[in-house]
Every structure is written in C-alpha cells, then in structure tokens.
C-alpha cells in the first residue's frame, strides 16, 4: 500500500484512475482510446461542455456572466496573461506576496503595467500571511495565491480587496473548501495537484473584466480569443481535462465541497495535533495560518532526517520531503487523500519519537 503525500503531480481518487484507464483502452464503448478522438468530435465535444459548466456550478456562477477555460502552460502562464489582458493606463496590478509564485506573479506583472505589492511575508521565510493594514489608490485588480505548497501557509478568510477586481492563484486548494464565486474577477488553478494530471489549467473568468486593453495582444495570450474558440482554439488536452471532468464528478458525488472540507479540516487536525505533541518535529507555518492542504514541519535533530524518510519509506508513504526552500518535510493531503494515510504518517512520528528520545 502506498501513502501519496507528493504536493504535485498529485494524489487522485483511485475511482477516478480506474475510469480513466478504461477511457484510454477503449472510451466509452467507441473502440477508441480518448487519447485518439478527435477533438472536434461528438465525444469529446460532450465532455468539454460538461468539464465547462461544471466548475460554474460548483462555484455558484452563471454562464452569462463568467467563462470556463481550460488552457495550457501551467498556472505559470496565467501569471502573465492576468497582467496582459487587463493592465492599463489608470488599471493597476495590486499584489500580496506570500511566497515563491506570488513572487513569480509579481515578476511577469511587472513587464506589462504599473505594479504595487502591498504586503510580504518575505522577512520571515514565507511563513505566515501578513495580517498589517494596507490601502489602495484608483482602481484596478487585487491578485493573491490562496494556498501556498512550499511554505503551508492558506488564506482563511478573504483578503481586504475593497474596490479592487479578486484574481486568486488556487492551483492547490481549488475545490477544497467552499466560496463565494462572485467575489472573485478571475480564478485560476493548475490541475496537477487538486483536480487532474498535469497538463491543463483551469481558468474562470468574470466577462465583463475583458476588451479594455485596446490592441497589442496575439491571439494565443488573448483571453477573449480562448472565450469565442470554446478552449479549442488549438487542440486543447484532451486526457488532462477529461480526468479534471471526472474529478470534479467524484467531488459531487462525495458530498461537494462541503463535504471536502470537513473530511480535508479533519485530516489537518489530526496531523497538525500530532506535529505540536511530538518532541522531535516543529509546524514551520504560523498556527492560525497553516494550510489544510500542505503541512510542512521539520526536525528537532537535524541527524535524525534521513532516518525518518527512511522509515516513511518503508511504509509505503512518498512524497514527504519538504521543499528545498524550507527543508523537513512536507505532506499534501489534497481532496482524494485518506484519513487512513494521515493515520498511518502519525503512527509512522509516534513510533519514529518512541525510538529516538
């Protein structure tokens, strides 16, 4: 038995695997592997449509007014195509940065219109959210990462974004937790670690929010290119974003994101309890900050880190090391993640404590 505690490419329902097996050998009875049908064709122009509306159902939000897309180039690629189509003279790019892709964000931002960060938590290693007041001047967009995977840390509460149009990186806890789709302009989300394979991404985008930057856009980096071609406007993923379709299938049927809360805060719970009573192991995350879907803790004696994995490794956990940022170690427990796995890693600290007083 293996325990998937890697941040991404990541854990997915073991149902949905299964289906989408299946898919690959022979979709749907047609004799054909998805991986060959067209895409333009009747099959996976019916999965397209359902893959689009979908994410709107579940977020609360209506056709007419937001846009489904599935789009290529990682969640990376939207650092820059949030900045291009909607920074221009008198619309700014406001920032909080709380880690390596906020930061990332930032960057690409900057080559395309005026930039402000407001907030940082840069001067403590990313470790918690900043909590100081900022203020805003004009009007423009307020751009955040919900979750952050490197350092643990989560936004629980939405940020103050007063006038500001909410663009939110939630390429790790999509899907995790309830929200409020409204209060958001644009949303994007790599599939790789909550949703599906890696090699689609998740765009949801406020309509109204488009066409004011007059020219200088190829069609590729244009959003409304993307909007009137459907996500076709190249052959899109295909097998990507069929498993996000039957992810999200899977989120349904489970009880929606309700249920994926309460089943992700119990996990958390159970793991975050453990990390403060074991002598051996510290959280790296700020308590009121740490992420329900990334913790990461490091090690009291240095020496004893390879031993642990070790010992994780021989009961069948992967995926546990930390990020090179902060070291120790680090364990994803995204949706389709069992109690069972977060039982069998604290059994794993308990019995690792009991031998290395």
């Known amino acids: 038995m293996k325990y998937n505690f890697s941040a991404g490419p990541a854990i997915l329902p073991k149902e949905v695997f299964q289906e989408a097996a299946q898919a690959v050998m022979d979709y749907n009875g047609t004799g054909l592997s998805l991986l060959e049908l067209s895409h333009r064709g009747p099959e996976f122009t019916a999965i397209l449509k359902e893959a689009v509306r979908l994410p709107l159902e579940i977020l609360g939000l209506n056709k007419e007014e937001y846009q ?18 909607l920074l221009k003279d008198g619309y700014k790019g406001y920032y909080l940065d709380t880690g390596t892709w906020s930061a990332k964000a930032i960057k690409e931002a900057k080559l395309f219109g005026e930039v402000e960060v407001l907030s940082s ?65 644009i949303i994007y989300a790599g599939a790789q670690k909550n949703l599906g394979p890696a090699g689609t991404t998740l765009v949801i985008i406020k309509k109204a929010l488009l066409g004011k930057i007059n020219g200088g856009l190829t069609s590729m980096l244009d959003y409304n290119t993307h909007i009137s071609k459907n996500s076709s406007f190249n052959t899109p993923p295909v097998f990507p974003i069929y498993v996000s379709l039957l992810t999200m299938q899977w989120i349904i049927k489970n009880g929606g994101v309700d249920a994926m809360e309460k089943r992700n805060q119990e996990k958390a719970d159970t793991l975050y309890a453990e990390i403060d009573r074991n002598s051996l192991f510290k959280g790296f995350a700020a308590k009121e900050d740490r992420s329900i879907m990334n913790a990461t803790f490091t090690i009291s004696n240095k020496d004893l880190e390879l031993s642990f994995l070790e010992e994780c490794t021989q009961a069948g956990i992967v995926g546990i090391i930390g990020h090179r940022s902060v070291g120790g170690f680090r364990a994803s427990i995204y949706n389709a993640m069992d109690i069972e796995g977060i039982n069998k890693l604290v059994e794993i600290m308990q019995a690792f404590e009991a031998k290395n007083k």
Not at 68 to 84: E, H, I
Not at 128 to 146: D, F, R, V
């Open 68 to 85: 489904c897309l599935y789009l290529t180039g990682g969640a990376s690629s939207q650092f820059y195509m949030t900045a291009m189509n």
């Open 121 to 185: 938590s840069k001067d403590e290693g990313y470790n918690y959210i900043p909590k100081t007041a900022y203020s805003t001047s004009g009007n423009g967009y307020l751009h955040y990462t919900s979750n952050n995977t490197i350092f643990g840390t989560q936004y629980h509460h939405l940020p103050a974004h007063e006038n500001l149009d909410l663009i939110c990186d939630m390429s790790s806890d999509i899907f995790s937790r309830p929200l409020k789709g409204k209060d958001y302009g």
